[in-house]
């Protein structure tokens, strides 16, 4: 190949890179490595990463059970090596995935249409707020103080230098957004009201109340969905302008975060505000059914500064194991599967209600409640820790007004068992607290 | 005329038909099974009252099997790296090793919650902090993010600590300059982030006008986005001079790594300039596209950009495990959820320990050698609009061809009848016509000669019959699609046939 191209040896072709800035020395890095230490080394990191521990956190992250078939399908390299399906003619079957995505998420959303999918559920709903702001070509943003902390935390990011203000209204004892304090923050500026359902605190909120405080005032309304296998059993926010879900719930490994599967969608007169890529259906020239990426002109690599958003790489292969979920589950599935939740859930908070309190029982709720203690939830979780389960997620750092508060969450995967030896270990730990109370009710209250 | 031309890669095979998976869907099919439930079962409407769902629509019932082939037969309609190369130029487009996905779905990465406690987390934690360690040691850089989802997110994160920075001086000044070589999305996160975009025109070898520059470098520019090596395949060799007419004015250099694969182990940014840069692991470091996704955006930056980084970073603590620090009051903030794609993580970690030192210095170098064997192999055939030397990518344009009415998306098009994916076309802006081209150190020659043979007999097709590429493909499943009509009257999901249309 050198001769060919009639160079001697292949530093020439380094020769553009002046050289005193070539580097003339081996990195500093690992050595390099065989097949089988690879493995050993993530293998030996995955031991020290709570493999084996039984776990009750959700909060924007769950661990449902994903179907063997999903692993199977996305691993075939026509998915997993694929590029963007810019080029139509070879990229069917991406395209026509995504289509049928589309039209999942818009039947379960309740929405006109879905796009290809975003980031994950956060930048989503700061993607919404942005759409919002140039639908209604107003600039404030009313906020529900139980969205997500992350999630409020990446629109800051987002909308600071968007100028975007927002106005925070808080919950009720139910844990619910104060209808009154809403209708009291949204005015004529007001371009949307962003609220979570089910909220940061597991309980379901009120859509056609929320949307009619929203719509009276010329404000759309955002709802963003973080656990997705609600929509089996739990009403879609229909009266909603603009949906933004994170759909890991389906079939999406924990992962520690990430890769998770944004998607936002809406209804049809707002289609060429919303960001992100999006499938459509159309002809060749044989008239043949096919697919192509559509309404480009929204998009960062024809309008550049012009954008309605930067995104440019989404989730496509995340948003096939999702995809892929939902086929599976389908129509009837993924309405047992939620009721199977809401089962273990239902379970739960009564066990845990004898020995603690668990707040905002006022309005139903469906796969997560809020567990009041007397100990610091952190010390309750440590000991929890020595027996291999992993507690619910201490509240202090987001709500600290909610003082020794956890956020528990069950899901078809959570056994009784495992409730009940959870259970017991925190009344083990209520019922000490209690009685060291009884004797030295100062120290204890320090 | 030439109704049977020589393909040396692709050949007829059996392609089957396959509907939308609503169209087979009936009811009582299912492909789902729940274990009994263990506690007792609910009255969902008297727990949900009038928040009860009551009918999920459209939803498909269809069996595991047809789920199965549904999916196999939409898959292979797809052309993918593993059918063979995808000279895609600026995309990267090389081969996704297996053991990467083997080691992200081992049980304990997988299953990991992103809110476990850190004292059982330190095997995430760990591989985030020995990425993070390899990518400062690749870039040459002194600190890091791994948060940003994509390429663009890395972008708009950089550029927010880039803001962050000039306001911490006081002024966060008012516009960024961007070569008009550049990628779309540079323009677009520059706005993101409340910007101004100011052009910067490329000279002609197809570099950033260092005079230019000079001229329009004042005291509102916060930085200038460049890629190096550009998108034209070129290295900035005046590099260092760009990044001193930056500093000089108190302006940050930024560069978009979309074509770090040029780089690695052979020239590190920090060496030569660079404050600010994010990667992209799914182009330089294997993590596979998947038709679009997911990416992973990490950002580099110098020392003085370190207070800005979005929380959290991972930290040593004084005990020897590892944290997450949350507590960074000039941090910009989160720009999502969680701490990143973290599946990513593992895999580009994966690659770089496949390759190590020499590894990863062989392929920087089998990466340039495989574009310059293509320039060489096509130069002559195509228009070379810059005769710049070429790093990692090489840039026609469609000059000679368009003589006969064939423009480089035609071309494009004939070159899946020969099994190969397109290159890019249309890009950078600044070559009208522009076949983009960038084969990566995967290809062994064997690939790259059947490319070129391909792209000749295109070449030579458009002489004797133009006609014919205009109207290719002829072998793919569908012809051109009416993409005019699919923007103009949006179908963008499927609906029942009603009774009454």
């Known amino acids: 190949m050198l001769q060919a191209i009639g160079i001697r040896s292949v530093d020439e072709l380094f020769a553009p890179i002046p050289a005193e800035y070539r580097l003339s020395r081996d990195l500093t890095i690992p050595r390099q490595m065989a097949e089988s230490e690879i493995v050993d080394w993530f293998k030996q990191r995955a031991k020290e990463n709570g493999e084996g521990y039984t776990s009750f956190l959700g909060a924007g992250a769950y661990f449902h059970y994903r179907p063997v078939v999903i692993d199977a399908l996305v691993q075939r390299g026509e998915f997993l090596t694929s590029y963007t399906p810019y080029q139509a003619e070879f990229a069917q079957g991406t395209l026509q995935a995504i289509f049928e995505f589309q039209t999942m998420i818009s039947e379960l959303t309740g929405m006109d249409l879905a796009n290809a999918s975003m980031y994950d559920g956060s930048t989503g709903a700061a993607e919404a707020v942005m759409m919002a702001v140039r639908v209604t070509g107003r600039q404030t943003a009313v906020i529900a103080r139980n969205l997500h902390p992350e999630y409020r935390e990446v629109l800051n990011t987002y909308a600071t230098h968007q100028e975007i203000p927002q106005k925070l209204v808080s919950y009720t004892d139910s844990g619910t957004i104060d209808l009154k304090e809403l209708e009291a923050a949204v005015d004529g500026d007001t371009a949307c009201v962003l609220i979570q359902s089910p909220n940061f605190f597991g309980t379901i909120e009120d859509i056609e109340a929320i949307a009619d405080i929203a719509h009276k005032k010329g404000a759309l309304l955002i709802v963003s969905i973080a656990e997705a296998a609600s929509l089996g059993i739990v009403e879609p926010p229909r009266q909603a302008d603009i949906v933004a879900m994170e759909a890991q719930s389906f079939g999406v490994p924990l992962g520690f975060g990430g890769p998770y599967c944004g998607v936002l969608a809406t209804k049809e007169k707002f289609v060429r505000q919303m960001p992100g890529r999006l499938a459509g259906q159309t002809v060749d020239k044989n008239g043949k059914r096919g697919f192509v990426l559509t309404l480009a002109t929204r998009e960062q690599h024809i309008r550049r500064e012009k954008a309605t958003s930067n995104i440019c790489t989404n989730q496509a292969l995340v948003a096939l194991m999702v995809n892929i979920f939902m086929t599976v589950y389908g129509k009837v599935g993924l309405r047992e599967l939620a009721k199977q939740n809401l089962a273990k859930t239902v379970y739960a908070a009564e066990q845990f209600d004898k020995h603690a309190k668990v707040l905002f029982a006022g309005a139903p709720r469906f796969n997560e409640f809020v567990v009041q203690t007397s100990e610091d939830p952190y010390a309750i979780n440590s000991r929890l820790l020595g027996h291999k389960i992993v507690g619910g997620l201490p509240l202090k750092k987001f709500y600290p007004e909610l003082g020794n508060a956890a956020l528990w969450c069950c899901t078809e995967l959570t056994t009784r068992s495992m409730i009940d030896t959870a259970v017991g270990l925190v009344a083990e730990s209520e019922r000490s607290v209690r009685t060291m109370k009884d004797v030295e009710p100062e120290e204890v209250a320090r | ?501």
């Open chain 2, 1 to 501: 005329m030439k109704t049977n031309p020589i393909t040396r890669k692709a050949t007829r095979h059996i392609s089957q038909n396959e509907g939308l998976i609503f169209e087979k869907s009936s009811p009582g099919k299912a492909a789902w099974k729940l274990p009994p439930l263990d506690v007792p079962e609910v009255d969902t409407a008297k727990l949900l009252g009038k928040q009860e769902r009551k009918d999920l629509g459209n939803m498909p019932e269809v069996s595991e099997i047809e789920i199965i082939r549904h999916f196999t037969r939409l898959s292979t309609w797809n052309y993918a790296i593993d059918l063979g190369m995808y000279p895609l130029g600026s995309c990267t487009m090389k081969y996704n090793p297996r053991v990467n996905e083997f080691v992200a779905r081992v049980e304990g990465l997988a299953n990991g919650h992103p809110y476990q406690a850190e004292k059982i987390s330190q095997g995430a934690l760990r591989i985030m902090k020995t990425l993070s360690d390899c990518l400062l040691e690749i870039t040459g850089m002194d600190a890091i993010t791994l948060q940003p989802a994509a390429g663009a997110q890395g972008e708009l994160t950089g550029l927010l600590m880039v803001r962050a920075y000039h306001e911490s001086k006081g002024n966060a000044r008012k516009k960024i300059l961007i070569p008009d070589s550049a990628h779309g999305t540079n323009p677009a996160t520059a706005a993101t982030v409340g910007y101004a975009v100011e052009n910067l025109k490329s000279n002609d070898r197809g570099m950033v006008d260092v005079a230019a520059l000079a001229a329009q470098m004042n005291e509102d520019v916060a930085a200038l986005m460049v890629t190096n090596p550009n998108t034209l395949g070129v290295f900035e060799q005046e590099i260092h001079k760009i990044a001193d007419l930056l500093h000089e004015k108190g302006g940050l250099l930024y560069m978009d790594g979309a074509n770090m694969n040029a780089l690695v182990a052979k020239a590190r940014p920090g060496d030569f300039g660079v404050d600010v840069m994010h990667l992209n692991l799914h182009k330089t470091f294997s993590t596979p596209h998947g038709g679009g996704g997911p990416g992973s955006g990490p950002v580099a930056v110098k020392k003085m950009l370190a207070p800005f980084l979005p929380t959290p970073v991972v930290i040593t603590k004084p005990d020897g495990t590892l944290g997450f620090e949350y507590n960074r009051p000039q941090s910009v903030g989160r720009v999502r959820a969680f701490y990143g794609n973290f599946g990513m993580f593992i895999r580009a970690l994966a690659y770089i320990f496949a390759n190590g030192p020499d590894g990863l210095r062989q392929t920087t170098e089998d990466a340039v050698l495989n574009a310059n064997y293509i320039r060489k192999g096509l130069e002559g055939t195509f228009d070379l609009p810059y005769d710049t030397p070429s790093m990692h990518e090489v840039v026609f344009s469609d000059k000679l061809q368009s003589k006969k009415g064939v423009k480089t998306m035609d071309l494009a098009k004939r070159l899946i009848d020969y099994g190969f994916h397109p290159y890019t076309t249309a890009f950078p802006l600044i070559v009208p016509g522009a076949l983009m081209i960038e084969p990566t150190e995967s290809e062994p020659k064997e690939e790259l000669d059947l490319f070129i043979e391909a792209m000749k007999s295109i070449a030579e097709e458009v002489e004797e019959d133009p006609q014919y590429v205009l109207d290719a493909p002829h072998n793919a499943r569908i012809s051109r699609l009416d993409e005019t009509a699919a923007a103009r009257k949006p179908v963008l999901r499927w609906k029942p046939e009603t009774s009454n249309p």
